[in-house]
């Protein structure tokens, strides 16, 4: 079985521009999601998808830079640039990151990876029943489901590909991996200043090497005020993102 990994990745987020791009230590935050990918050992391949606007191009370069391929797609249309990429390569199945989730834990990639190869399921994530916090979510996906919503989802649900699993549960057979304890009142993933400052408190905290999740929150029920910093940031609908 061939893995490809695929990091969404641009710079036009409505609510902290550029994000993709901050410098956490020595690294910018896409720097560290591909870091921590690639240290999952699960992957055969790993690209970043972009998109083709004219911001964009600080992200390819920073691919260049980093050495990590990319590939650059429509900016409402995620599922064709993850065909796009697929289209490239030769791959049985796609494990699928965002580039706003700099605290990615690669033990748990690997752990989900294992689960989905084991399990022979389309479509495998850890967010159906959330114990995770959101930032550390996992999703594994065949590529030929990839190529068959391709004939059949429309308009949010070709920019929310897992959009199109969700509400089409029939067509294919997919779990949730509950991971316990629950933690999922803590908000790891970036999307504005409080995010930032949390982020950056915890990345201080434990320099440039990639954080279990149990590391992160067992620190962080050390510093209850460290979660308040972001506690009330609401996570965007599907429809808004």
Known sequence: MTTLGIIQARMGSTRLPGKVLRRLGDRSVLHRVVRAARASGVLDDLVVATTTEAADDAVEAECAR????????P???VLTRFLGVLDGRDADTVLRFTADCPLLDPALVRRVARI???????????????????????EVVR????????KRAT??????????????????????????????????????????KLIEAIVDR???IPISVEGIADWLAEHPELVELNSHVNQKELSQA
């Open 116 to 138: 989905f190869e084991a399990s022979g399921v389309d479509y495998l994530t850890t967010s159906i029943t959330r114990t995770l916090p959101r930032g550390l979510d996992v």
């Open 155 to 196: 308009e949010h649900h070709r920019t929310h590909v897992t959009s199109y699993i969700y509400s089409n549960p029939d067509e294919f057979d997919l779990i949730g991996v509950t991971v316990l304890p629950d933690r999922s009142h803590l908000r790891l993933t970036l999307d504005t200043e409080d995010d930032w």
């Open 143 to 150: 590529a030929a489901t990839l190529r068959a919503i391709d």
């Open 206 to 208: 434990f320099g440039d």
């Open 66 to 73: 980093i050495g990590v391929a990319c590939y650059r797609g």
């Open 75 to 77: 900016v409402d249309d």
